[in-house]
């Protein structure tokens, strides 16, 4: 089967950086902590289960252990082996890793966790994608939905990178349910937004 042009910009990273830091193509720690804080602002994970969709290395439940926040479970979905490997490779209590392409096999995404959490995965995706995908999620999710995405070219400098407008986003996410809110203000060109299907 062909590789998605959604994940070759990841193997072609993997191939150079092997599961370094460098695969995840972030620009920077920082910036990739940033993200990981807006997602956590957006919804309180404590004692839930989560799918942590595209989870790379499985830096996110990282971060969250280091900021004592504890999920009854972590569920790591990705795609790419090299980065799969590594979040194993971490034995991280109360964590489960699962191989998968969940734009090409929604079911990936019906892993029984009750929030869906999307850091960086969706950058890749084209328009039809993106929305497809959201769609998937907030059928699947229990609880909620809570994705970042890049909301204008100032983070989007590189082809194979997207963005969205945010007055787009959030039109389509009114459209799935009615508790819905975005933050666009940790960092430019970035935006965090939550679907909820019930208070959280």
């Known amino acids: 089967m062909d590789t998605p042009d959604y994940l070759l ?3 072609s990273a993997t191939r150079r950086y092997g599961a370094g ?3 995840l193509l972030w620009a920077s720690p920082r910036t990739q902590a940033a993200r990981f804080a807006a997602l956590l602002r957006a919804v309180d994970v404590n004692n839930l289960t989560i799918l942590d969709v595209g989870c790379g ?3 996110l439940f990282t971060f969250m252990i280091h900021h004592g926040i504890c ?3 972590y569920i790591g979905l990705e795609a790419v082996e090299a980065l799969a490997a590594a979040a ?3 034995r991280l209590s109360n964590a489960r890793i699962i191989r998968g392409d969940f734009v090409r096999d929604p079911r990936q995404l ?3 966790a009750d929030v869906l959490l999307f850091s ?3 950058n890749t995706l084209d328009e039809r994608a993106f929305y497809q995908t959201l769609t998937n999620a907030y059928t699947a999710a229990r609880r909620a939905v809570v994705f970042n995405f890049l909301c204008s070219s100032d983070l989007a400098a590189s082809s194979f990178l997207t963005w969205h407008r945010s007055e787009a986003v959030l039109a389509f996410a009114r459209k799935q349910c009615d508790r819905v809110r975005l933050w666009d203000d940790y960092l430019k060109g970035d935006a965090t937004v939550a679907m909820e299907k019930e208070p959280l």
């Open 9 to 11: 910009p990841y193997l």
């Open 21 to 23: 830091f460098g695969a």
């Open 57 to 59: 290395r499985g830096d």
């Open 71 to 73: 999920p009854a479970a």
């Open 88 to 90: 194993e490779a971490k």
């Open 110 to 112: 019906e892993a029984g």
């Open 120 to 122: 960086g995965s969706l």
